[in-house]
């Protein structure tokens, strides 16, 4: 059994690490880490599949962390070209932000519009996510420890990250949408 890597600290240290791990790997095909920053644990999780033979191979860049408090609110948003799968809740609407160039790239379900506009009211988050291409980010259920299942925020792209400017911009997004979803 592989020890979990845990990183923590302020977002430059965690950063600063996250960095050096890239610069040492030369050819990157699977990086999974723990962040803990402020009481919280991210999982960030990136995997290169090269595939081979008659394998296309595949990659992913996946940020998860477990949320507390926030009771039956659950939002999915998605860029405009992603099949539709998320949004099947029920009581799930489709939730116009009142962003043109933000609602024109991304559909956004929610069952509270009201809880779900102010994580994207903040510009650096909405040109995050509207700069992504084939992903789904919200609140999902998951199994943690082999314990009932638990909601969790999971942002899942269909490209690996692994320039860590860029990673960084998006995981800076992920965590403020943290923060304000589940402030614990």
Not at 47 to 55: P, Q, R, T
Not at 141 to 155: A, Q, R, T
Not at 171 to 183: E, G, M, N, Q, T
Request: charged share 30%; aromatic share 12%.
């Amino acid at each position: 059994m592989t020890q979990e890597k845990i990183i923590s600290g302020n977002e430059d240290e965690i950063w600063q690490q996250i960095t050096a791990d890239f610069i040492k790997e030369d050819d990157l095909l699977e990086y999974r880490v723990v962040i803990e920053q402020q009481n919280r644990r991210i999982l960030l999780d990136i995997d290169i599949d090269l595939g081979g033979g008659f394998e296309g191979g595949f990659e992913s860049t996946m940020l998860r962390s477990q949320l507390k408090s926030i009771g039956d609110f659950r939002f999915a948003i998605h860029n405009e070209s992603f099949i539709d799968e998320v949004g099947k809740f029920f009581g799930m609407q489709d939730v116009v932000i009142g962003y043109p160039e933000f609602d024109k790239k991304v559909l956004i379900k929610a069952n509270d519009e009201t809880k779900v506009r102010p994580l994207f009211s903040e510009t650096s988050i909405r040109e995050v996510f509207q700069s992504l291409d084939d992903f789904t980010f919200g609140i999902i259920m998951h199994h943690f420890d082999g314990k009932e299942k638990s909601p969790c925020l999971e942002l899942y792209i269909n490209s690996a990250i692994t320039d860590a400017v860029s990673l960084r911009k998006i995981y800076s997004a992920f965590f403020k949408v943290l923060i304000l979803i589940d402030p614990h």
